[in-house]
């Protein structure tokens, strides 16, 4: 290991430590899977559309009719709401998030000890592994063979040698080799914070549901601005206006129908509690929107190791290519080799077989995904190789034969070979003999079959890639059931893959399992099936993989895995158990087909107060509705309804657009309700004997409560018990406010008559065949 002159060699003291942490020199960063609880409070306080509800309340307050301004409790109700759920979600995430928490390994007075990366101080001397995340900016003391992988940083994805006294950036991952650095810049100062809170903390990625339901929100605040003073302006016009507070109250209430005040808590909530569910299955969602992402996934991309096995190696057998199979200096070879200061996987399984020897390392060239071989330089006894047959003899040679037969058994075959001498830096020696063959064996996961067939009855593409010899690749997705490989001599070897990313993804079209693959090919195969219009999930557990999941749709990552993969993934699979994805799918296809039911809801309220609004425009007459009668509608039509479909149980697989579904449900089933109100509101006007405004307003309201109950049985469909307890329970409430005049008259301003309440009924029911008979016809253009 070469070595530059430091006077820290033994790292910090403990009152040097203390002094930096009282000055404020630690990694600390403010990260974490949620936003903190001002930062809740705040955004479900200080919203547009409580700001907008605030105001029409203030105004409605200003007329002295309190019950007008009964619709200020949603405010509080939501902001209640959305408060206390996301708080404990934050609890339970943050408590699941320890668990994935990175670690670091520092040197203090002499001796190596883990610590929570937030608890690095500056000029600590840390240990990098391979596999490692560089946690600080600083200046390597000593260095092994080692190499970075700096494209989280440069987008340069081929790894950088470091020798001693070279810098080390945080955010770079270690993909070969170890070494030590001493942090010369932490906390704010470093990459690390900005790279780490960027993997971590409260984000969205790209989600259809956010995407739509924001576009929603702008076409609406657009169309109040237009319309909000057009309403004014008509209600002070109106022959039915009799002063000023009966404009503002019709302009209030027309406002106030196009606010879809529960549409972002509902979606914020929806993910909230699909990411509580997943984290008791010990599912890590490190964003939010990551369920609904892995619902619309048509392509999984799969890791071997780790994945469709335990990733536990153990060693199997030895085969000599002549001689005893126990040849002594073979075996202290590969005890060298095992105790390399790199080991990964492999190494440990060794290093349980051949533990001792009495060889001195003078040098060596560490393991990398890249290479896909690792050797060790011997006192008077050679270079010794071990690595992948067809790499380490890429001419081929009876001992990569024989490596080939024990592959296609599911075993991964490593071949050892001597030469004289070293190579030249990373090259590997000249004249190599092959001296053995290291047969290691991994166990199948049992729920490895279960899951892939899952994904496959939904339509899923499967795609199988793995740094391993490919027929031994082969043999386990023929064992746990891959679709479209039926042995293992049909698995592909990467080296042959094209470069061009539209012939890789051809190929990638027609073979499911590819051995010999690099990460730089990993991340390649997800830009090709990316560039096909593919939503791609990546799974791993590997530095090898993280890369890849960075650049996949969504990144699932294996608890045990690296901390650079956990770091980059919006999922992590904490006790590392594949079958929870089809728990994550579900999860995420709950979301999507509920919000969607919840976004006709309130976008159906949206687009019939909007028609009210127009015809009011046009006709000059009072708005139809009060305040208070739309709050009533509401919640029995569209919150507590909303609330109840968003968050029950949905097993709808996902079909693409969103918006384009819910507009087409939304805008004629609006209409026809709009119209209907207004119909019933002339009719109660002409039929009622006084001809007052009261018969025209109770017949309307009845209108829109019938309709709107209509419309929610067609999006409740189809029925299950729960939901017609609910569609019953909301029928029966709101004819118990028609049916008391206490509550019907005295605070939803209801002056309900026999002859009115018909005129309600028949033209309710009128609406309700017609909205019916719209959505069948929107079903049938979709179908």
Request: glycine letters at 10%.
């Amino acid at each position: 290991m070469s070595e530059v002159t430091d006077v820290r060699a033994v790292g910090l003291s403990a009152a040097e430590v203390a002094r930096r942490v009282e000055e404020g020199r630690t990694n600390a960063v403010r990260s974490g899977t949620s936003r903190g609880v001002g930062q809740i409070v705040r955004a479900n306080v200080v919203t547009p559309f409580n700001g907008l509800l605030t105001a029409l309340f203030l105004v409605i307050a200003a007329t002295g009719r309190w019950q007008n301004g009964l619709f200020g409790l949603v405010v509080l109700a939501n902001t209640a709401i959305g408060v206390f759920q996301e708080v404990r979600a934050k609890r339970t995430l943050d408590r699941l998030a320890v668990l994935n928490a990175p670690r670091a390994r520092v040197i203090r007075e002499g001796a190596a000890s883990e610590v929570d990366v937030a608890d690095v101080v500056a000029d600590d001397l840390v240990e990098l592994r391979t596999g490692d995340q560089v946690v600080a900016d600083g200046a390597l003391t000593a260095a092994d063979g080692l190499e970075v992988d700096e494209s989280l940083l440069t987008g340069e994805s081929d790894p950088v040698h470091k020798a001693a006294g070279d810098e080390v950036r945080s955010g770079s991952i270690v993909v070969a080799g170890s070494g030590r650095f001493q942090a010369t810049a932490v906390g704010a100062q470093s990459y690390a914070s900005r790279l780490t809170a960027e993997a971590r903390r409260f984000t969205v990625v790209r989600s259809e549901l956010v995407t739509g339901t924001n576009r929603l929100l702008r076409w609406i605040s657009l169309m109040m601005l237009v319309v909000g003073p057009l309403l004014l302006w008509s209600q002070w016009r109106s022959p039915d206006t009799h002063g000023w507070q009966d404009a503002m109250t019709g302009a209030v209430a027309a406002l106030v129908g196009m606010v879809p005040e529960g549409l972002v808590l509902l979606t914020s909530l929806a993910f909230m509690v699909a990411a509580v569910a997943l984290a008791r299955k010990q599912t890590l969602a490190q964003e939010l929107p990551a369920v609904e992402v892995l619902a619309r996934v048509d392509v999984v991309c799969l890791d071997k190791t780790g994945t469709l096995t335990h990733g536990d190696i153990v060693f199997d057998s030895l085969v000599a290519a002549d001689g005893p199979d126990g040849a002594d200096d073979v075996r202290q070879a590969l005890a060298l080799l095992a105790s390399a200061p790199d080991a990964n996987a492999t190494a440990a399984a060794l290093a349980e077989e051949f533990t001792s020897t009495g060889w001195r390392r003078t040098g060596g060239v560490p393991f990398s995904s890249s290479r896909k071989w690792s050797s060790v330089d011997t006192d008077g006894h050679g270079t010794w190789v071990l690595g992948a047959p067809e790499m380490v003899f890429p001419d081929g040679g009876p001992l990569p034969e024989r490596a080939a037969g024990i592959a296609a058994d599911g075993k991964r075959v490593l071949v050892l070979a001597s030469a004289p001498a070293a190579g030249d830096g990373t090259s590997l020696p000249a004249d190599l003999t092959g001296r053995a063959l290291v047969v290691l064996a991994e166990r199948i996961r049992d729920d490895a079959a279960d899951t892939l067939r899952y994904f496959a009855e939904q339509g899923v593409t499967l795609r199988v890639i793995s740094g391993d010899n490919p027929r031994t690749v082969g043999a386990v997705a023929v064992a746990v059931g891959v679709p479209g490989i039926s042995s293992a001599d049909e698995a592909v070897d990467a080296r042959s893959l094209p470069e061009d990313p539209d012939e890789l993804a051809e190929v990638l079209e027609t073979s499911a399992v590819y051995g010999r693959v690099t990460p730089q090919q990993k991340r390649a195969i997800v830009g090709a099936l990316q560039r096909r219009g593919h939503v791609v999930a990546m799974t791993g557990d590997g530095v090898n993989d993280a890369m890849a999941l960075k650049d996949a749709d969504i990144g699932v990552a294996m608890g045990n895995g690296a901390a650079a993969t956990r770091a980059v993934a919006q999922l992590v699979l904490l006790d590392s158990r594949f079958a929870h994805l089809p728990d994550v799918v579900a999860e995420g296809r709950r979301v999507i087909a509920n919000i969607e039911r919840a976004a006709n809801l309130f976008l159906v309220k949206n687009v019939y107060s909007l028609v009210l609004a127009l015809v009011v425009l046009v006709s000059g007459l009072a708005y139809p509705l009060e305040p208070i009668q739309l709050t009533m509608i509401s919640a029995l039509t569209i919150g507590i309804p909303g609330f109840v479909l968003a968050l029950g149980p949905n097993r709808r697989r996902y079909v693409p657009g969103f918006l384009g579904r819910v507009l087409r449900f939304a805008v004629p089933t609006g209409v026809v309700i709009g119209l209907a109100a207004f119909g019933g509101d002339l009719l109660g006007r002409s039929l009622d004997g006084a001809g007052g405004r009261e018969g025209g307003q109770t017949a309307a309201a009845v209108v829109v409560l019938v309709a709107s109950l209509w419309t929610l049985s067609l999006l409740a469909r189809p029925f299950t018990g729960w939901k017609v307890a609910l569609l019953a329970g909301l029928a029966a409430a709101a004819a118990v406010v028609l049916a008391v005049p206490v509550l019907g008259e005295g605070v939803f301003l209801l002056d309900v008559t026999p002859q009115r309440l018909l005129v309600g009924l028949v033209v309710g029911a009128v609406a309700a065949g017609l909205v019916e008979l719209a959505a069948r016809l929107v079903r049938a253009h979709e179908g």
